[in-house]
């Protein structure tokens, strides 16, 4: 419970001006004027993800085995993301994606903020190279303000550190041996380091 809640407090923490009370009508807070068609694409689809976890958090909220929902939950929203910034018209876009975080932190709710960083850190987990080139401007801050330092430093770690409550108990438990000598092909997540792969999938590829 602890490690699931790291983002939520990361959230406080990076945005302690916002002010709660505007948190129902956040979207008519952001300023539209001037966006490219891409980046109204890319923020709607995107804000559409954010509301559907949102709504899942709620939903899990206070159930004994909350851990593990969210868990569940946050890798849905994670695979609906990827989703839509490898779909046209953003395609990867860097800038675009730099420009959406911009928003994202300026003006979302902690809970939607934090939802947003928990998205970023599964990502991460998958494709850490790409996730890098995104989050590069705001984790490597050349400021000499000593808070956004902290804060970036901060972020960097919380990048690092995905959490998987169901993990310890996978490690402790043997599987039994398949029958008939199957042949099994393991494939990546995608393109990246491979000593990046998160825990679960070594875990796999070690009893196999």
Request: a positive charge; aromatic letters at 8%.
């Amino acid at each position: 419970r602890k490690m699931m809640t790291e983002c939520e407090k990361f959230a406080v923490f990076a945005n302690p001006d916002y002010e709660e009370d505007t948190a129902q009508n956040f979207e008519e807070n952001i300023p539209k004027d001037g966006w490219t068609h891409q980046q109204k694409i890319l923020y709607s689809r995107l804000i559409r993800v954010l509301h559907q976890d949102h709504l899942s958090r709620l939903a899990n909220e206070g159930r004994d085995n909350e851990p593990i929902l969210r868990r569940i939950a946050v890798d849905k929203a994670a695979k609906r993301a990827r989703l839509v910034l490898s779909s046209y018209p953003t395609l990867w876009d860097i800038k675009a994606v730099q420009w959406l975080h911009t928003i994202f932190v300026e003006y979302l709710p902690k809970s939607y903020l934090a939802g947003w960083l928990d998205i970023l850190q599964t990502l991460r987990s998958k494709i850490p190279k790409l996730i890098d080139k995104v989050m590069a401007p705001f984790i490597h801050h050349s400021s000499d303000d000593k808070v956004q330092k902290i804060l970036a430093d901060g972020l960097a770690l919380l990048l690092r550190r995905p959490w998987d409550p169901a993990a310890k108990s996978i490690s402790r438990k043997k599987l039994e041996q398949l029958p008939g000598n199957p042949v099994i092909i393991v494939a990546p997540p995608g393109p990246g380091d491979t000593q990046l792969m998160p825990k679960r999938l070594k875990l796999w590829n070690n009893q196999l």
